[in-house]
C-alpha cells in the first residue's frame, strides 16, 4: 500500500527563520507529489506540485527519488505561513487518487 | 467561477442509518474525487468518479458508494452507518484525471 510520512506533527518557528517541513513516501510507478496546505477556517488548498516546478508564496519542495522525500521549504518564515500542511502522492496520470500524511502544523511566532 | 461546494454542513445520524452527501464541482470541472478525514489525520481516498462512471476506489467497504450526475455533481452514500464513520467527508473536483484538485469544505458526519 502507498503511504506518505510527515514524522512531524507540531512545527515552530520564529518569523525569518528557514522553515522544512518533512515528507517521505513509499516508491512506487511514477509518483506524483504534492504539497496541500489548510489555512483556518479555510477548505484544504494545493500549494504546489513537483511537476509544476513552481515556487508559491516563497516555498519550494524537491523530488529527492533517491531518498524517498519531498520536503518543502522556504528561506525565511512569515507569520501568515502559520497553517497545517499535508504532503500528498498521487500519479502523473491521475491527481485525484491521492494518499496523504497526517500533516504538520507550522506555527510561526513573531 | 464557482467553487466546488457541499451539503449539508453538518450532519448527526444514528448507528445503522443511511446519509447521502452531496458535491457540486467547480465549473467545467468533470472529475470528483471524495475522502474521509478523521479526526488527527491526513484525509484518506473513498472513490473517484470521471465523467459519470467510477474511477477507482480506496479501501472502503461496499456499503460506501457513490454517483455522478451528468453535469459532474457527486453524491456520497453510506449505508449503515457505524460509530467510525464519524469524520469530516471532503470532495474535490479536478479537470480531468492530471488536473489539479480543488477542494471543498466538507461535510461533518457525526454518527451517534
Known amino acids: 500500500a502507498q503511504r506518505v510520512t510527515q514524522p512531524e506533527k507540531l512545527l515552530s518557528v520564529f518569523k525569518g527563520a528557514p522553515v522544512e517541513l518533512k515528507c517521505n513516501y513509499s516508491?512506487?510507478?511514477?509518483?506524483?507529489l504534492f504539497w496541500y496546505v489548510q489555512y483556518s477556517r479555510q477548505r484544504l488548498q494545493l500549494l504546489l506540485r513537483h511537476i509544476s516546478r513552481e515556487s508559491i508564496k516563497g516555498f519550494t519542495a524537491d523530488l529527492n527519488k533517491g531518498e524517498t522525500s519531498f520536503h518543502l521549504k522556504k528561506p525565511f518564515a512569515q507569520e501568515e505561513d502559520s497553517a497545517m500542511y499535508y504532503c500528498?502522492?498521487?500519479?502523473?496520470?491521475?491527481?485525484?487518487?491521492?494518499?496523504f500524511g497526517d500533516g504538520t502544523t507550522l506555527t510561526v511566532k513573531p | 467561477e464557482t467553487g466546488v461546494t457541499q451539503s449539508p454542513t453538518h450532519l448527526i445520524k444514528t448507528r445503522g442509518q443511511q446519509v447521502t452527501l452531496r458535491c457540486s464541482s467547480q465549473?467545467?470541472?468533470?472529475?470528483v474525487s471524495w475522502y474521509q478525514q478523521a479526526l488527527g489525520q491526513g484525509p484518506q481516498f473513498i472513490f473517484q468518479y470521471y465523467r459519470e462512471e467510477e474511477n477507482g476506489r480506496g479501501n472502503f467497504p461496499p456499503r460506501f458508494s457513490g454517483l455522478q450526475f451528468p453535469n459532474y455533481s457527486s453524491e456520497l452514500n453510506v449505508n449503515a452507518l457505524e460509530l467510525d464513520d464519524s469524520a469530516l467527508y471532503l470532495c474535490?473536483?479536478?479537470?480531468?484525471?492530471?488536473?489539479?484538485?480543488?477542494f471543498g469544505p466538507g461535510t461533518r458526519l457525526t454518527v451517534t
Open positions: 474535490a473536483s479536478s479537470l480531468g484525471l492530471a488536473g489539479a484538485q480543488y
Open positions: 516508491y512506487s510507478g511514477s509518483p506524483e
Open positions: 465549473s467545467g470541472h468533470n472529475t
Open positions: 500528498a502522492r498521487g500519479y502523473n496520470t491521475n491527481a485525484g487518487k491521492s494518499t
